[in-house]
């Protein structure tokens, strides 16, 4: 498995818009009746290229989401986003959840499901061509879709690495 290095960002003065994903009721039954609390996954992005994703759980839903929102800025990261999409093709896993994503043409939207959709949205990317294959769990969704951005490479970077130039890696 390949090394993944994340482009980490902090928060700081960052305007971030924030997205609820999915809301968990969770029941626990005791002796005296049933205790109900929520889980609250959120996505927060700036919509040009910084992108992160928390959980939180409390007893209330709203402070549930509180949470996830706090969780959401201590995981940010930075996402190379070329004219609305993204550079290459990008495969990853997590759990039993894989998400493929493919750069679009301009004017083609993001195609992608609801989990898959808000991460995209937040992280400002507009085309995008994007398949979420085996489970459709929110949570591994989410997390899949993070590790496929987070190892994208800008063409910059490629160039680079391989001592070519930057047409070259383009045009083949």
Same mark, same amino acid.
């Given at each position: 498995m390949s090394k993944v290095t994340l482009?980490? /960002?902090?928060? &700081? $003065?960052l305007e971030l818009k924030e997205k609820v994903v999915a809301i968990n009721r969770v029941v626990k039954t005791t002796k005296g009746g049933r205790a109900f609390s929520f889980s609250a996954l959120v996505v927060v992005g700036n919509e040009s290229g910084v /992108? &992160?994703?928390g959980l939180g759980k409390a007893k209330e839903v709203q402070e549930a989401i509180t949470k996830g929102i706090? $969780?959401?800025?201590k995981n940010l990261i930075k @996402? *190379? @986003?070329?004219?609305?999409t993204i *550079?290459?093709?990008? #495969?990853?896993?997590?759990g039993a959840a894989k998400v493929l994503i493919k750069p679009a043409a301009h004017g083609t939207g993001v195609i992608a499901g609801g989990s898959m959709r808000a991460v995209l949205e937040s992280? &400002?990317? %507009? $085309?995008v061509l994007a398949k979420s #294959?085996?489970?459709?769990?929110?949570?591994? @969704? /989410?997390?899949a879709t993070f590790k496929a951005l987070a190892t994208l490479r800008e063409p910059v970077q490629v160039a680079k690495t391989r %001592?070519?130039? #930057?047409k070259k890696v383009f045009n083949g």
């Open positions: 482009n980490k /960002v902090k928060a &700081g $003065d /992108v &992160g994703h706090e $969780d959401a800025k @996402v *190379p @986003v070329m004219h609305g *550079p290459h093709d990008q #495969l990853a896993k997590e992280a &400002g990317i %507009t $085309d #294959l085996g489970s459709a769990n929110p949570h591994n @969704v /989410v997390k %001592t070519i130039g #930057l």
